[in-house]
């Protein structure tokens, strides 16, 4: 994907102001709008991160860094004290480049979907980790499966609790 001058620069003003909220605040709120941590977070759902020093950082933790403009919020699946994390999206099919301690922003506390707040497993199970291997090796999978979940939310009837 290309991105315009303009576009890059609204990108990084994005990625500065979350660590600036991280650092001042101690915990952001932020919308998911990507796929690659199928089925553990879904496109819409909405992360609470909290900010975390990297030596309490866990394997199997999600964690919040930034990168070329982006922010990215993936597993952390190998940790090392000097060098820092490699991170792999449930839904991807290779794991990132190392993250360096000076990437990382914060640790998902919470996934809020639906009203309901979610604290995310370490280790996902089996049902998830089948639907990841899914939509990890076809883009027609993926797609179906994120409509299904959209027109399902779409479809929910408000309860009299909402």
């Known amino acids: 994907m290309i991105f315009t001058a303009q576009e890059c620069e609204i ?3 994005k990625c500065e102001l979350a660590a600036e909220v991280l650092r001042s605040s101690g915990r952001l709120r932020l919308q998911v709008t990507g796929w690659s941590m199928l089925p553990a977070v879904w496109p819409g759902d909405t992360l609470i991160i909290d900010r975390i020093a990297p030596h309490e950082v866990a394997k199997g933790d999600i964690v919040l860094f930034g990168r070329n403009t982006r922010l990215f919020a993936h597993r952390v699946v ?3 004290d000097r060098t820092g994390f490699v991170t792999h999206g449930d839904s991807m099919r ?3 480049a190392p993250v360096a301690k000076e990437e990382l922003l914060g640790k998902v506390s919470f996934v809020v979907r ?3 707040c979610i604290e995310p497993r370490r280790v996902p199970r089996l049902p998830e980790r089948a639907v990841a291997a899914l939509v990890r090796y076809s883009d027609i999978a993926t797609r179906v499966v994120v409509g299904v ?3 399902r ?3 929910q009837v408000p309860t009299e609790q909402d």
Do not use: F, K
Request: aromatic share 0%; net charge neutral.
């Open 11 to 13: 990108r990084a003003t």
């Open 78 to 80: 190998e940790s090392d």
């Open 94 to 96: 290779a794991a990132d």
């Open 114 to 116: 639906d009203g309901r």
């Open 149 to 151: 979940h959209g027109l």
């Open 153 to 155: 939310r779409r479809l």
